[in-house]
């Protein structure tokens, strides 16, 4: 079935490095995809998110890339800081019109000052 | 995000009892969500409404019931809840176009002892 995971469950980096999140996704019909952030307590935030016709997007410190041959998302943040401290999902939309969104699991991102 | 808001944020309740959580949106989106968060499970989409009109079963509806009061409110009910319904809950919201992201509420922590 489709599925959406991630390569890595826990990443500790130092403060000021830069950190990578990875993604792997199994439907290749997938034609967009959404990074989140989800701080203890609080509901997941929108990050960034790419469409299939794109190989990278940027945004204010954080990119994504996609590389669709290999069914793979990763997402990027320059000069991490604490505040990045979170766990991150990654989620595909499988269904073309948006209201199926299927996540992965999440990646807890530890910055150490 | 203060534009989709949950209450109650938290509540313990009996084995049996029927409770309702509630999502209020102010970013006037057609399109609204519950899904529910565990352990290792990641988010798993339980409703989806596309409209007032437009309610829709998602992966895990067993045990629950939605009302689409408005195009701004949404509720989940549970009948008689049951301890393996004990999870955190989160609201979302999307436009109706193609690409449109969910943003979520902060969510309801619920206890079904």
């Known amino acids: 079935g489709e599925s959406v995971g991630l390569h890595l469950p826990t990443l500790s980096v130092q403060e000021g490095d830069n950190s990578i999140i990875n993604c792997a996704y199994s439907?290749?019909?997938?034609?967009?995809f959404i990074w989140y952030k989800q701080e203890s307590g609080k509901g997941p935030q929108f990050i960034i998110d790419i469409r299939s016709n794109m190989d990278k997007r940027q945004g204010q410190r954080v990119t994504v890339l996609l590389n669709k041959t290999v069914k793979h998302l990763s997402l990027q943040i320059a000069a991490t800081q604490p505040g990045d401290s979170a766990v991150y999902f990654c989620a595909e939309n499988s269904g073309g019109s948006n209201y199926k969104l299927t996540f992965g699991k999440g990646t807890l991102l530890t910055v150490n000052p | 995000d203060a534009d989709v808001t949950q209450t109650p944020r938290n509540r313990i309740t009996k084995t049996g009892k029927r409770i309702m959580l509630e999502c209020s949106q102010t970013k006037g989106h057609d399109r609204m969500y519950w899904y529910r968060q565990d352990p290792g499970l990641g988010l798993r989409l339980i409703y989806y409404s596309f409209d007032v009109k437009d309610i829709n079963k998602g992966e895990i509806s067993d045990g629950y019931s939605v009302s689409r009061q408005a195009q701004a409110k949404f509720s989940l009910s549970l009948e008689s809840a049951i301890p393996n319904q004990t999870a955190l809950y989160f609201c979302?919201?999307?436009?109706?176009?193609?690409?449109?992201?969910?943003?979520f509420g902060p969510g309801t922590r619920l206890l079904v002892l």
């Open positions: 979302a919201t999307s436009t109706s176009g193609t690409f449109g992201t969910q943003y």
């Open positions: 439907n290749s019909a997938s034609d967009y």
